[in-house]
């Protein structure tokens, strides 16, 4: 049977393709023969339209040649063949060398800006801040860095990861708000690798601060970041101060070998931990917190004590009209809320909560103290606590390990969790036979459907303590906070039903996620990502402050704490905040701000207010609180 014939036009589609194939040579050649058959035809009527064209045919077509030659820069001289192709045979040389040109121009200037839109170029500055990796922290510490730069002139924050460069400026734009007089410059590499890292010139850098990202071999990363950045300042004379953050307890000493004796390693999970438990027992303390660790408001800075040199610490307490003194450096060790006879040593610093350094001033606060209004009566002492813990990950154990440090005989933790969470099973397990002052017990749910949250007696717990899980593969993004805010949702509509608070403390993974958890007037939230950035930022600026923070930050040392007011004032009566700070100091505290209960459902601060002026009054009731820095 003879094969059917394809159609003409068929066929003439697949020469052409056939013919574009073969390279370069055959796009240009059709490309030249495209050209004539547009220019000829064109020049040939503007030569038979013209009026003062030549008579011959031999002239006009010499004219169509000469106007042809001009339009596509081939030369037009007439003659012989061989002077025509001499003509021809140049215009294509020049045309050659002008195009080779204009394409190596072209090239060379497209590489350059692929490599400036890369990052790739070396940063030559000065006292600025490196900061390598990326995570939802980078935005905390960026957006601080900002701040705290607000006052330099030549100020710079220099951020390096495995990103891409446009990529990573647009999305710290949005989230970190305008830059000022600060630089922001973005470099584009691993910063696990020795020969990227000077990209961000390391060696001239104020500090280095190193983020774990949110991958689970983040504490790996950290100490191959930290080993690289060694290797890269290896024969440098100087070296900046480092701070880096680990999740494990396990990477701690490796992360402090490789950053060396300048560097600074935060547990971040731990310090979580401890965070959420000092807020499930006074919600409302991550707002202290915050309050201090941003620099925004007031935060801590070390000051020289002028004139209470050989005076015992007391004194100092009332020495500031607009600073909060809270203890002392002696060396590289901090000694917060010491004993207030504790004798200032002509070394010491003094630990002081103010608006900037140099709003520390000296002048006596005493005249304005009130002592018929100060209260007298003990502390309440600690009872038993009831602890309901919805949801679990990688910080509950060591929640639960917090929690146990300090309960009183019969304190109780309700644990609901789902059956996939081996770890709270094994918690549970391994609780079960240590005879201690806290009793855990699991219970299996999904902290998501409303059915699980009825079965629990919530209204008859201290606190409840919402935990949004890991992140596992295969998860939508925001799935943790998305869950957590589910639970919220359902713990406040049995607020609202009941009518009765709940002293609800949450974790949140994404500080945008803060507005719209629906939270009641006794509900915390504590973003530990923004926390930790907080605390990276303000080390950097200082280091010895890293001995404040993690005296501050220990289980057993002098940390924040929210009293009742009426520990301190009488309730109902006009008192100065002087007063309040001498009746503190009476029971071993440093006083350095309160929490107005009449303000609590009022944002953005809620109530709170750090470092007020000595002299300010006002009329104290039963339910303010008073915050102190001191031991449990």
């Keep these: 049977m003879a094969q059917r014939r394809a159609p003409l036009g068929d066929r003439a589609r697949y020469w052409f393709d056939r013919t574009l194939a073969r390279g370069a040579a055959a796009l240009v050649g059709w490309m030249a023969l495209l050209c004539l058959a547009v220019v000829v035809p064109a020049n040939a009527v503007l030569v038979w339209t013209d009026s003062d064209a030549p008579a011959s045919l031999t002239d006009r077509l010499a004219q169509v040649w000469r106007l042809t030659g001009q339009t596509l820069r081939l030369g037009g001289a007439t003659g012989t063949p061989l002077r025509v192709m001499?003509?021809?045979?140049?215009?294509?040389?020049?045309?050659?060398?002008?195009?080779?040109?204009?394409?190596?121009?072209?090239?060379?200037?497209?590489?350059?800006?692929?490599?400036?839109?890369?990052?790739?170029?070396?940063?030559?500055?000065e006292g600025h801040a490196v900061v390598l990796g990326w995570s939802e922290q980078v935005f905390t510490v960026v957006g601080e860095l900002v701040a705290a730069n607000a006052n330099q002139r030549r100020a710079a924050v220099v951020v390096l990861a495995d990103?891409?460069?446009?990529?990573?400026?647009?999305?710290?734009?949005?989230?970190?708000?305008?830059?000022?007089?600060?630089?922001?410059?973005?470099?584009?590499?691993?910063?696990?690798?020795?020969?990227?890292?000077?990209?961000?010139?390391?060696?001239?850098?104020?500090?280095?601060?190193?983020?774990?990202?949110?991958?689970?071999?983040?504490?790996?990363?950290?100490?191959?970041t930290l080993l690289a950045l060694r290797a890269a300042l290896a024969g440098e004379r100087t070296r900046p101060p480092v701070v880096a953050a680990v999740r494990d307890d396990r990477y701690r000493l490796a992360a402090e070998l490789a950053a060396g004796r300048t560097?600074?390693?935060?547990?971040?999970?731990?310090?979580?931990?401890?965070?959420?438990?000092?807020?499930?027992?006074?919600?409302?303390?991550?707002?202290?917190?915050?309050?201090?660790?941003?620099?925004?408001?007031?935060?801590?800075?070390?000051?020289?004590?002028?004139?209470?040199?050989?005076?015992?610490?007391?004194?100092?307490?009332?020495?500031?009209?607009?600073?909060?003194?809270?203890?002392?450096?002696?060396?590289d060790t901090a000694l917060l809320a010491p004993p207030p006879r504790t004798p200032i040593a002509p070394d010491d610093l003094l630990v002081a909560v103010s608006r900037d350094d140099d709003t520390a001033r000296p002048g006596d606060c005493a005249p304005l103290?009130?002592?018929?209004?100060?209260?007298?009566?003990?502390?309440?002492?600690?009872?038993?606590?009831?602890?309901?813990?919805?949801?679990?990950?990688?910080?509950?154990?060591?929640?639960?390990?917090?929690?146990?440090?300090?309960?009183?005989?019969?304190?109780?933790?309700?644990v609901v969790a789902e059956p996939r969470d081996a770890t709270a099973r094994q918690v549970g397990e391994a609780d079960a036979g240590r005879g201690t002052g806290l009793s855990v017990t699991l219970h299996h749910g999904d902290t998501t459907r409303p059915?699980?949250?009825?079965?629990?007696?919530?209204?008859?717990?201290?606190?409840?303590?919402?935990?949004?899980?890991?992140?596992?593969?295969?998860?939508?993004?925001?799935?943790?906070?998305?869950?957590?805010?589910?639970?919220?949702?359902?713990?406040?509509?049995?607020?609202?039903?009941?009518?009765?608070e709940l002293p609800v403390v949450t974790e949140l993974i994404d500080d945008r996620n803060r507005a719209l958890a629906p939270l009641g007037p006794g509900a915390d939230v504590i973003v530990s990502g923004r926390l930790i950035g907080l605390l990276m930022a303000q080390i950097s600026q200082n280091r010895l402050l890293a001995a404040v923070f993690e005296e501050l930050f220990s289980a057993d040392g002098a940390g924040v704490r929210l009293r009742p007011a009426a520990d301190y004032v009488l309730p109902g009566r006009e008192a100065s905040f002087a007063t309040v700070v001498a009746a503190a100091r009476h029971r071993g505290e440093c006083a350095i701000g309160y929490r107005s209960h009449a303000d609590v459902p009022t944002g953005p601060a809620y109530g709170v207010r750090i470092n007020p002026p000595k002299d300010e009054r006002r009329r104290w009731t039963a339910r303010d609180e008073v915050v102190v820095v001191g031991r449990d």
């Excluded at 446009?166 to 020969?195: H, V």
């Excluded at 993004?477 to 607020?495: A, F, K, N, S, Y």
């Design 451 to 500: 059915e699980t949250l009825r079965r629990l007696d919530v209204h008859s717990y201290d606190s409840v303590i919402v935990l949004g899980r890991d992140p596992v593969p295969g998860d939508p993004p925001g799935d943790p906070d998305t869950r957590t805010l589910v639970t919220l949702l359902l713990l406040r509509q049995m607020e609202e039903a009941t009518g009765r």
């Design 163 to 224: 990103r891409d460069k446009t990529l990573m400026e647009e999305a710290l734009g949005p989230r970190t708000g305008p830059f000022g007089r600060t630089r922001l410059i973005c470099r584009s590499g691993p910063t696990t690798d020795p020969a990227v890292l000077p990209l961000t010139g390391p060696a001239t850098a104020g500090a280095v601060l190193v983020l774990p990202h949110d991958e689970p071999d983040a504490d790996a990363e950290v100490v191959r």
């Design 263 to 331: 560097g600074v390693v935060l547990e971040s999970d731990t310090v979580t931990a401890r965070l959420i438990v000092q807020a499930a027992r006074r919600p409302g303390l991550s707002l202290v917190h915050q309050e201090l660790l941003d620099f925004a408001g007031d935060e801590f800075y070390l000051v020289r004590g002028v004139g209470l040199t050989g005076r015992p610490f007391g004194d100092a307490l009332l020495a500031y009209p607009t600073s909060s003194v809270v203890g002392l450096m002696r060396g």
């Design 86 to 125: 001499t003509s021809v045979l140049l215009a294509l040389v020049a045309l050659l060398y002008v195009s080779t040109l204009v394409g190596l121009i072209t090239t060379a200037l497209t590489d350059r800006l692929t490599a400036l839109r890369r990052g790739r170029s070396t940063v030559l500055e």
């Design 369 to 414: 103290v009130e002592e018929a209004v100060m209260a007298s009566a003990p502390a309440a002492p600690a009872r038993a606590e009831r602890v309901l813990l919805l949801g679990w990950n990688r910080r509950a154990p060591l929640l639960v390990d917090q929690l146990r440090r300090r309960a009183r005989p019969g304190s109780v933790v309700d």
